[in-house]
Every structure is written in C-alpha cells, then in structure tokens.
C-alpha cells in the first residue's frame, strides 16, 4: 500500500538551513546544514498573481493565475550567529582563550542578502506515516526580528523569506510524506 498523500500537522519539530553556494543550469550545490535552534512555529503562504481578462460591460471572460514565491515566515529559540550569517551573509570570529573567549558575528552596510535553502520537519502527524518535510530551495531573508528581550519573557528571533525558483530547474518548494520518520539530510 503507498503511503498516505494527507495528514494533520501538529508541532514543528525541527528546521535547518543550508548556504546556497551554486545554482545554475547545469548544477545546484549548497552548504552544511545549520540547526535552526529551538524552532517554534512555521507559515508557508504562496504568494500569487492574477490577471483578469475584462469585456462584454465589465463581465470577467478569463482568468489567469501563478504562484510566483512562496512566503516563508518562522520563530525560533535562541540567537544563532551561524544562522545569521547564513541568512543575512557577514561573518562569525571566535576568539581569545578561557575566560576570556568570544564569538562576535559582523555585518556591513550594503551587504547583499545571501541565498539559503530551508528545510523543516513536523514529526506529529497522522498514524501510519514518520513525518513531513518542506523543503524551500532557493530562499532570501525578507524581513523578521533577530534579536528581542523584554522583562520577564524569552526572547524569540522571527524571520520572514521569500523563496523562489532555482536556475537549475526551477524548483522552489518540496513536501515530502515519509512512511518512516526521516532526519533532515545534508544538503
């Protein structure tokens, strides 16, 4: 019997992104996998186009319709400098020696958004299957808050992307359905 092509989605339990290092027609490569840490909540939204064709007094004769990116929004745990540099490009720089060590992640002004594949996991599903799997395949940082603290409350880095179709083949979205539970692979 195959396996089921449904099921209910409860409680994200997993999201790692990977640097997008090459894409064009003949290949597509990208970096190791970086653990999303504590990932919280997950939003796919297709973004779409549409045009109406208009005549006879104003009646609609046709429509037309594509989804041109898919929107991509997410809350996590803990401040990750791997993940920032991943998504917003800079750099991290370990330094110094105990007690005196550091990790300091720098950005410049005018940096260009870097590109990243995301992929997340959702254990809690349906009886009879692992779990499901998104994978976005060519993705650029949007929008979010990375660094958040208030009084008496975890602060919760959020991002927003967008994800679009890669040059090699045009790819911009996967789910997966596994029979069996299935850990994200390296890219």
């Known amino acids: 019997m195959p396996v089921a092509t449904e099921t209910v989605m409860y409680d994200v339990e997993d999201a790692k992104v990977s640097p997008l290092i090459a894409d064009n027609a003949t290949t597509i490569t990208y970096g190791t996998p970086i653990d999303v840490p504590g990932i919280a909540e997950v939003g796919l ?74 992929e997340f996991q959702i254990l809690d599903v349906d009886l009879g299957i692992g779990d499901l799997h998104v994978v976005l ?23 927003e ?9 045009n790819k911009m979205m996967t789910v997966v359905i596994n029979e069996t539970p299935t850990a994200i692979a390296v890219a």
Do not use: W
Not at 95 to 107: C, E, M, R, S
């Open 161 to 169: 992307c967008e994800a679009i179709g890669t040059e090699n083949g």
């Open 45 to 118: 939204d297709p973004n779409l186009i549409t045009a109406e064709l208009k005549g006879d007094g104003g009646r609609v004769l046709a429509k037309k319709g594509k989804i041109d990116r898919m929107n991509f929004s997410a809350t996590y745990g803990k401040l990750s400098l791997p993940i920032l540099q991943a998504i917003m490009g800079g750099a991290t720089i370990q330094a110094g020696t105990t007690p005196n060590q550091t990790a300091t992640y720098d950005l410049a002004g005018g940096t260009s958004m870097p590109y990243f594949r995301l």
């Open 137 to 159: 395949s060519k993705c650029q940082l949007t929008g979010g808050t990375l660094i958040t603290g208030s009084t008496d409350s975890f602060g919760q880095p959020s991002l």
